[in-house]
């Protein structure tokens, strides 16, 4: 196929890679932003959990 | 009682498979299927992407007036994060048609950037326009006065994008063979069924980012809310300032 | 007019107009910004393009790229006073309905746009331009300058009443106003090109149709949204 390009492939693809290109850059924001409430969704579990353990402890040495 | 049906987000799944399945086979159309031009070749294959891009873009911008419009009518915050949605990524699609209209205009006419071509100067003017609705989002602090300036302005902008398409038509010599009518009207049958499947591929594309978007925007308002009254209220820091709108979690 | 009824829309903006014209004649401000604008804006021109005489399309564009910019400096003003010295309050207590204040501060810019691009035009004439325009071509520029200011003025309230609000006042009042005011400005080159070409011309009625079109719209427009902009 190579041998039988048609002229101007190069303004095609180039086109073609730009919409690619944008998307892309869409798709790293959008990682980004998930990693961040990963982040945040972990750290509220970890001081929810905190909270539930040393309620907990505080029933137990009630008791 | 909190809702817990997915407020921004519904159908996302559906949009974002039929976007998938459209705009593959779009793009398959327009390489495998669609003819190559007489006049132009090969390159005439960009019109299946910048086309489309553009009549999403303006799309976008007349549907972020509307909102525009029925938040100043009814006050409620969704219609503004709707506007905003719809102008930001149309903004984004608008780098995109304006990027791939250079690219044909420097495959069809041998230049980056032609004078001569009223929707390519159009688009330009518009994209200008468009540009200062983040900075002025931006440089409004209350939120509610940030909604109600930033849809006044989507109003004026959405009406402007017409009338400033007819200035520029008229100012141009409206001398360029165009083969092919923006509209896809005088399209070959063959031709005409890439143009539309990747007209809905790219409008497909763009209602999927847009709900992806709003359904982010919201998830991560929720996680702050979660946030506040897991750890309190005073821990927290005042949220700061943006130019996007601030959601209200129930 | 009885305490019981609020004013009429009219009169209450006749009484804001009156303030505004009374406010430049006692310390005429702006005015005599622009007009200074405009002539250095003139000499500029002389120098950075290296000619004595311009003609055509360039002398098309040097003077509406001044008339504009000048513009921007009285968009800019237009409510500064009344919000640093609480006039807007004042405007809102009073039981005046609000499109007075659109009425009244589009007529003040209009005013002023109509003084300065009358100066500005005839300095113009006597500085850079190389043909003499004839009388009827006077009239067909006099009329341009009337239809595209009153585009400004409408368009430049719009705009001062946005961006009075927010914190970069001066940045939004440019960067809004210049992209909205690209179709009026079009129209008005294209128009002038002729009425300042050497061989002379007469005007183009579309471009007339397009000028009449831009200002109806955006003042309906102006009209219609006004009343979000000064809501509290």
């Known amino acids: 196929m190579s041998n039988t390009l048609p002229p101007n492939t190069g303004y095609v693809a180039a086109a073609y890679l730009v919409f690619l290109f944008i998307l892309l850059i869409y798709i790293v924001i959008m990682a980004i932003r998930a990693a961040r409430v990963e982040r945040e969704l972990a750290e509220l579990l970890v001081q929810s959990q905190q909270r539930t353990a040393s309620k907990a402890d505080g029933e137990a040495s009630s008791q | 009682m909190p809702t817990t049906k997915s407020l921004y987000g519904r159908r996302l799944t559906g949009y974002a498979i039929a976007t998938g399945i459209v705009l593959t086979a779009a793009l398959a159309l327009a390489f495998f299927y669609a003819p190559i031009e007489a006049d132009q070749g090969f390159s005439q294959k960009i019109f299946y992407i910048h086309v489309p891009l553009a009549i999403v873009t303006l799309g976008g911008f007349v549907f972020g007036g509307i909102f525009g419009i029925q938040y100043l009518r009814s006050g409620d915050t969704r219609h503004d994060l709707r506007s905003y949605t719809a102008i930001h990524q149309g903004l984004i699609f608008c780098i995109g048609a304006l990027i791939t209209g250079s690219i044909w205009a420097k495959a069809a006419w041998g230049q980056w950037w032609v004078w001569d071509e009223p929707t390519l100067v159009s688009f330009l003017i518009v994209f200008l326009l468009y540009c200062t609705y983040q900075p002025l989002r931006f440089s409004i602090e209350d939120p509610e006065r940030q909604a109600r300036y930033a849809a006044v302005f989507a109003v004026v902008a959405g009406v402007f994008v017409p009338v400033n398409f007819i200035a520029v038509r008229l100012a141009s010599p409206l001398i360029h063979p165009r083969v092919l009518g923006s509209s896809g009207g005088s399209l070959p049958n063959d031709m005409r069924l890439a143009f539309y499947s990747a007209l809905l591929g790219i409008t497909l594309l763009f209602i999927t980012i847009c709900k992806y978007e709003m359904a982010s925007k919201h998830s991560r308002a929720q996680l702050a809310a979660l946030r506040r009254s897991l750890i309190g209220e005073h821990d927290e820091p005042a949220p700061a300032r943006s130019a996007a709108p601030r959601i209200a979690v129930k | ?232």
């Open chain 3, 1 to 232: 007019m009885s305490a019981a009824h609020p004013p009429s829309t009219l009169s209450a903006a006749r009484a804001v107009l009156y303030k505004e014209l009374t406010l430049e004649r006692r310390a005429p401000q702006t005015l005599t910004a622009m007009a200074l604008f405009c002539a250095s804006a003139f000499v500029i021109f002389h120098f950075a393009l290296g000619r004595n005489e311009i003609e055509g399309a360039i002398a098309s564009g040097v003077l509406w790229v001044t008339l504009t910019l000048a513009a921007l400096l009285g968009i800019g003003r237009s409510f500064v006073a009344d919000r640093e010295e609480g006039g807007l309050d004042g405007f809102l207590l009073a039981p005046a309905p609000r499109s007075a204040l659109l009425i009244a501060k589009a007529m003040t810019l209009f005013i002023f746009l109509l003084i300065v691009g009358l100066l500005a035009s005839m300095l113009f004439a006597v500085l850079l331009l190389g043909p003499t325009p004839t009388v009827s071509q006077w009239g067909s520029l006099a009329l341009l300058i009337v239809l595209a200011d009153l585009g400004i003025a409408l368009v430049g309230t719009l705009i001062a009443g946005i961006a009075i609000q927010t914190r970069a006042r001066d940045l939004i009042t440019s960067i809004l106003a210049l992209p909205l005011l690209i179709p009026l400005l079009i129209a008005v080159t294209k128009a002038s090109e002729p009425l300042l070409s050497a061989g002379g011309g007469t005007l183009v009625g579309r471009w007339l149709a397009l000028l009449g079109l831009y200002d109806l719209i955006f003042g309906l427009l102006a009209y219609a949204l006004f009343d979000y902009l000064v809501e509290d």
